[in-house]
């Protein structure tokens, strides 16, 4: 089992930045990636990044693309994502995820991740 517990989520206005933090507890040696997601009030939860926990190889959905970083300290099994340049509609509860595999073809997918925190709130206000 691998806990994630994410932190860092608040109120902030268009343009501003935030930076959300999960970190890992548990058979944290079995994680090969961990990523983000979110979900919007009344839409289904969305892909937003994700970084391979050796490699460091990091993915974003173009909608954050440029404007979001995902990184990792190892050390610390912390995974971190950096939110720049943020807009009203990336406003969601954005959730920490790991998975035990790597598959870039199925890693978009809610199903694929078997490990979830209980989720930070971002507000952006316009």
């Known amino acids: 089992q691998v806990l994630l517990v994410e932190s860092g989520g608040g109120f902030v206005q268009a343009g501003g930045s935030l930076r959300l933090s999960c970190v890992a507890s548990g058979r944290t040696f079995s994680t090969t990636t961990m990523g983000w997601f979110r979900q919007a009030t009344g839409k289904e939860r969305e892909f937003v990044a994700a970084i391979r926990w050796s490699a460091g190889s990091t993915y974003y959905a173009d909608s954050v693309k440029g404007r979001f970083t995902i990184s990792r300290d190892n050390a610390e099994n912390t995974v971190y994502l950096r939110m720049n340049s943020l807009k009203p509609e990336d406003t969601a509860v954005y959730y920490c995820?790991?998975?035990?595999?790597?598959?870039?073809?199925?890693?978009?997918?809610?199903?694929?991740?078997?490990?979830w925190g209980q989720g930070t709130q971002v507000t952006v206000s316009s």
């Open positions: 995820t790991a998975d035990t595999s790597f598959n870039i073809a199925t890693m978009y997918h809610v199903d694929e991740w078997p490990y």
